[in-house]
């Protein structure tokens, strides 16, 4: 589905005209605007600042960003300015890009004239063999570069992109290595689109889950406890239970069996399941036990194996559903954190499937219907697919890998779902599925994947008893919805702005007493509503009503009820709900029953 710039939170702006905001993957046009803006960026950095090096310049998911040595000095604000408005000086010229081919030494030459030491390790990077390509932009700048760019630079819109933000950027990631000053713009096929992608991204600064989940105090990183690690506030921790009860129930309800592992293991598992050679910057360092390294886990994936191989197992048993909460540790620098998105512990909702090679078609399927049913509960229904196959370097033989990667196909088509492939992109160990979900601004966020593993059953010598008695080695599949709990809430949070529906908010109904009389009667309601499943506050404050309604809105609880002593006397509540407002008073009975319909139907309480 394309990309939408939603409308903002007020009603109206659901009456404003939608634009669709293309992507990169779905306009080669677009790719192209944006791979050049960058390149034009880099040659008015250069004509302002003559002793700015460049190094890389690409296009990403929102539109661009260069990086330059700035021998010491870092772009300010009004720098910004300039530069924009030297690269609409560049656009207006409507000057030609052109491709070179070059010989790699003439490269050379031409780079060493410029005093480009960047541009000479970008040349080194090129494999022998490979053809030396430079792009010029008319005949005064010019950057080694595969392309793709539009033919003159009258092809970006002068009123379609702008210059949005610098930081700051190690040289290729490495923090050893010199400190960069990167640029970032961004830059559409019209200025509707530009117009659009702004207001977007003021509706989600508004809906940012750093800000709202210290806002509604869901969940905090302490950072005396050290970057990266998540604190869950009581009523975060809520809507933590609430998602994993649902997701457990559910897989229980699906066949599948609930298990759990250590959070640690001898690092000699992780270098037999390949984890260590393949992921080590990413594991933390280990510790010593009693001579023995042990390692705190970065995945689940290798206990889970242990447990399959811990008995004999017969084609009968299979196949062997297995899900986990598992809370992993990742090493992440810390210039990569980021809330939620970013963490270094953090919950996958592990599973693994072990099955019959007839069976991988059905258990994929299956696992898509799962994923459907979990997604659409938090109101997902929009989605990319995309089947990665198999790479050039990679572990099993050809009859396995099309017996899976058809089973994939098999599983899509059953679905129904449009989705890409590819080529090339899947896993050493086997093909996958990945599946992102499209929020409420139309952003794409990765969640689910599907998997399927030759790795771990070979290294791990996993078998079953065939029909024939022969022992075989069963297929492997990997499977996680949400990714990770953290990510997931961040992206929930967003999405719903902090607005929760009824049957996820951590605070569904606030009791307002109006006197210190109708104290002990929403007391006593409370508690028998929370006997009954639902989560009630009293706010029994000795403040005025007008402000307890207002500390209400602030939290965005759904539901206030106004208790005076009318209300104390009939036994009843005069029932609120957030944009809406006052729903007349009704029975304590009328508002539990009410507001199980709205719970289990999930609709507005005032419809239910």
Not at 38 to 58: D, E, N, S, W, Y
Not at 242 to 249: A, N, Q, R, S
Not at 501 to 520: M, Y
Not at 536 to 546: C, M
Request: aromatic letters at 10%; proline letters at 5%; a negative charge.
């Amino acid at each position: 589905p394309p990309l939408m710039a939603a409308p903002a939170a007020e009603a109206k702006a659901e009456e404003e005209e939608q634009v669709e905001l293309p992507t990169n993957e779905g306009s080669e046009n677009l790719l192209r605007i944006r791979h050049s803006a960058a390149h034009v960026m880099a040659m008015a950095v250069q004509r302002l600042f003559p002793k700015a090096m460049t190094t890389i310049g690409p296009w990403i998911q929102n539109g661009f960003y260069y990086d330059f040595d700035m021998q010491g000095t870092s772009f300010e604000e009004e720098d910004l300015k300039a530069i924009k408005k030297e690269m609409t000086s560049i656009i207006k010229k409507n000057y030609p890009i052109t491709k070179e081919i070059v010989e790699r030494d003439e490269a050379k030459r031409r780079i060493e004239e410029l005093g480009e030491p960047y541009k000479m390790e970008l040349l080194d990077a090129i494999p022998e063999g490979e053809p030396v390509s430079i792009y010029h932009i008319g005949d005064e700048w010019w950057d080694l570069c595969a392309g793709p760019h539009v033919e003159k630079t009258r092809d970006i819109g002068m009123k379609a992109f702008d210059i949005e933000r610098t930081s700051g950027a190690y040289w290729r990631g490495d923090e050893n290595k010199a400190m960069l000053q990167r640029v970032y713009g961004t830059a559409w096929e019209n200025p509707k689109q530009l117009k659009a992608y702004k207001q977007m991204i003021i509706e989600a600064k508004k809906r940012d889950h750093r800000k709202l989940g210290q806002e509604l105090d869901l969940f905090s990183v302490q950072e005396d406890a050290g970057g990266g690690l998540v604190f869950w506030h009581p009523k975060g921790g809520r809507m933590r239970n609430i998602i994993e009860t649902f997701w457990k129930d559910l897989h229980v309800q699906e066949g599948y069996e609930l298990v759990y592992s250590p959070h640690i293991a001898n690092v000699e598992l992780w270098k037999q399941s390949g984890h260590f050679d393949f992921y080590k910057d990413g594991m933390f360092d280990q510790m010593s036990v009693e001579d023995e390294e042990y390692q705190i886990k970065p995945m689940n994936c290798p206990f889970h194996v242990l447990m399959y191989a811990n008995q004999p197992r017969s084609y009968r048993q299979l196949p062997i559903r297995w899900a986990e909460l598992g809370t992993v540790y990742r090493y992440e620098k810390s210039g990569t954190l980021s809330g939620l998105f970013r963490v270094r512990g953090f919950t996958q909702d592990d599973a693994h499937v072990f099955c019959l090679p007839d069976q991988v078609a059905d258990e994929i399927t299956a696992i898509l219907d799962l994923t459907e049913s979990v997604l659409s509960k938090f109101g997902f229904n929009k989605y990319e697919i995309n089947l990665s196959t198999r790479p050039d370097k990679s572990i099993g033989d050809d009859d396995i890998w099309g017996l899976a990667t058809d089973a994939l196909v098999e599983a899509l088509k059953r679905k129904g779902w449009d989705y890409s492939i590819d080529e090339g992109g899947g896993a050493f160990y086997g093909p996958k599925i990945d599946l992102k979900i499209q929020d409420a601004l139309g952003r794409k966020w990765q969640c689910s994947t599907v998997q399927c593993d030759f790795n771990l059953p070979q290294r791990f010598d996993l078998e079953y008893v065939a029909p024939d008695g022969t022992k075989q080695r069963p297929i492997m599949i990997h499977r996680a919805i949400f990714g990770s709990i953290e990510r997931f809430f961040g992206i929930l949070v967003e999405n719903f702005a902090g607005e929760f529906p009824l049957w996820l908010a951590p605070e569904q109904l606030r009791l307002l007493p109006i006197n210190e009389g109708a104290v002990p009667f929403c007391d006593r309601v409370a508690k028998d509503m929370r006997k009954q499943g639902f989560r009630v506050e009293v706010d029994a404050a000795g403040e005025r009503l007008q402000k307890k309604i207002r500390n209400a809105e602030m939290a965005k609880v759904p539901l206030t009820a106004v208790v005076g002593d009318k209300e104390v006397e009939g036994e009843q509540l005069a029932m609120r709900a957030r944009f809406v407002g006052d729903l007349g008073v009704m029975s304590v009975t009328d508002v539990t029953a009410k507001m199980s319909r709205a719970i289990d139907t999930d609709t507005p309480f005032k419809d239910a």
